[in-house]
């Protein structure tokens, strides 16, 4: 009979402690003596050992990380995709520094996606505050509020052009003008614009480190 992984059900030789393909432990019988009797026991721990997480030193490393990495991503929103990309090395960093001392030295792909999640939970929303804390030191301690509602009212101005070349009818897209260039409005776009990019690195944090945690389970597998 042919046995196959229980995740990814790739075809295992008996014998084989792992996975050859995703590096799942695998549990192995034998019947030689009593002390391999305790192998399957063995390797059900290693599985939850992989799949649980030492919260006080996985905190101390997201926070180490996550948050002048969230100051640096704020800084680069406006070039584009490259706060998010640093982000995501940030979670898989994280994963890298958590193993370094673990024992086992293995790690499931779900646990690395929750050590990337509070990564990207704590880079986000220290992005966020960034940015506030930019907008308003440039608006009322610098004086560039000009400045400010001059590139709003530029950005809002392109969207309006955009919606007219989608077929919308210019009462409506003077209606939306109007609404976006009220302090209401205004402020909402900020709002908005703040989530959107906390969640931009959420989602990359969570995908850095739970590539990062694949790519450990690959290496790093269990001796036997």
Known sequence: ??????????????????????GL?????????????SQPDKWNEVVR?????????????????????????????????LGLLLMAVTGALVVVLYMRNRRPSW?????????????????????????GFA????RYWFHQGNLLDDLLQKQISE???QMLS??????????????????EGRAGSVLFNA???ALAILVFAVAGAALSARILARTRRPQN
Do not use: N
């Open 1 to 22: 009979m042919e046995i196959t992984c229980t995740r990814c059900h790739q075809a295992v030789q008996p014998g084989d402690c792992y996975c050859p393909v995703c």
């Open 25 to 37: 432990p695998q549990l192995v019988y034998s019947g030689e003596s009593s002390a391999d009797q």
């Open 49 to 81: 050992d992989a799949g649980t997480i030492d919260w006080k030193p996985a905190l101390r490393y997201a926070l180490m990380l996550a948050v002048p990495a969230g100051i640096l991503s704020s800084m680069l929103a406006s070039i584009g995709i």
């Open 107 to 131: 790690i499931t792909l779900g646990a690395g996606a929750r050590l990337g999640l509070v990564t990207g939970v704590l880079g986000g929303w220290t992005t966020a505050a960034s940015s």
């Open 135 to 138: 907008l308003y030191a440039a």
């Open 159 to 161: 969207g309006s052009q």
């Open 166 to 183: 989608l077929g919308f009818d210019a009462a409506t897209v003077a209606t939306t003008r109007a609404l976006m260039l009220s302090p």
């Open 195 to 197: 989530c959107f990019l």
